[in-house]
């Protein structure tokens, strides 16, 4: 079954959500890294399992491109990724996905006139909604996939003594050319489109086969997909994707994306952003991702000392779900180590 592709990314093979109450953190205005201000900004979260008396159990999880926090659900509980009856689980919602302040949600900044964002902005307010909003000014763990593995990245980074152990999954400390190009094609669809008026639901196909052709490899589609079933298929994907598209807030994510690099604030110096880490590290790519390359991570890994585990299977992007009890065991090893 191929079901739930991109939407719920890692979490197809293992169980309904169990997500926890959404919960929304009041961070006032919000400045940007650029100097610009989000209004009335809040950032989404929900919790699982049990915080103990010193608070030493917490483990952030931010949420991946286009996901929310209820998706992580899937990922938390016993025999799960992140075991809740162990750890006290905040995942939290990446501005601009629909929960935490997005060009979809703002009254004061609607649409095109929200601020751009970065993945620093994103981590900077989960700083704050940690520490102001939770009380808790240490983390065990962060784990993120995709674009929260970048997250973890860019947290190892900038706030080095906040956690003891770092899990990225599918992320990238920074992009590579062919990335870049695969986020500016969709970009261009949404652009282009709303610059000649394109029907929206032109624009979420061309942005829907962009996502779906990149996210697993051909051996992969050729191997579950027969070509007389396409059109079928086709169809049904982009059908649930429209479901979850918000135009505005996927060009967002899309933009913090393309502009991220760990070392942006170092004058690119990757040797500097490497030393600055102090967290235990565990990252594991996918040989075979078409979405997020996974030669910056192997790089980083190198210069950090880091742990790595890399699946090589036809799945692509989503090669962690395909080997889902061996990503379970070696994640939970790590953590409980």
């Not at 520490?131 to 860019?154: R, V």
């Not at 062919?178 to 652009?191: D, H, K, P, S, T």
């Not at 479901?243 to 505005?248: S, V």
């Not at 994510?253 to 690099?261: E, G, V």
């Amino acid at each position: 079954m191929i079901r739930r592709m991109i939407l719920l990314l890692f979490i197809v093979l293992i169980g309904p959500i169990t997500a926890s109450d959404q919960q929304r953190a009041e961070l006032g205005s919000f400045k940007l890294e650029s100097g610009a201000i989000i209004q009335d900004c809040r950032i989404g979260y929900r919790t699982f399992g049990t915080l103990n008396g010193n608070k030493s159990n917490a483990v952030l999880f931010p949420t991946w491109f286009g996901g929310i926090s209820e998706h992580l659900g899937n990922l938390v509980g016993p025999d799960k990724l992140v075991d809740s009856t162990c750890f006290y689980i905040i995942a939290i919602d990446a501005l601009g996905n629909g929960v935490s302040s997005s060009p979809s949600n703002s009254t004061q900044q609607p649409n095109i006139s929200f601020p751009k964002f970065n993945i620093r902005d994103m981590v900077n307010s989960q700083y704050r909604t940690l520490t102001e909003i939770l009380e808790i000014d240490h983390l065990y763990a962060i784990i993120g996939g995709s674009m929260g593995g970048m997250q973890t990245f860019q947290w190892i980074v900038s706030y080095p003594d906040f956690m003891d152990k770092a899990v990225s999954y599918v992320g990238a400390p920074w992009q590579t050319g062919y990335g870049r190009l695969v986020w500016e094609a969709e970009l261009l669809a949404i652009e282009s489109g709303l610059e000649n008026k394109v029907p929206l639901a032109t624009i979420t196909e061309q942005v829907a086969l962009i996502q779906i052709m990149n996210a697993y490899t051909p051996e992969y589609r050729n191997r579950k997909t027969a070509p007389a079933e396409v059109a079928v298929f086709r169809q049904d994907y982009i059908r649930r994707f429209a479901k979850n598209f918000r135009i505005y807030d996927w060009a967002a994510q899309l933009r913090a994306m393309m502009a991220h690099d760990i070392t942006k604030i170092l004058n690119g110096d990757r040797t500097i952003a490497a030393q600055k880490v102090k967290a235990e590290t565990f990252i594991l790519v996918s040989q075979q991702d078409h979405l997020v390359s996974p030669g910056p991570a192997l790089e980083f890994a190198e210069l950090l000392g880091a742990q790595t585990l890399v699946f090589d299977n036809d799945c692509g992007h989503l090669a962690p779900g395909c080997e889902m009890e061996r990503f379970i065991k070696v994640v939970h090893k790590f953590l409980n180590n």
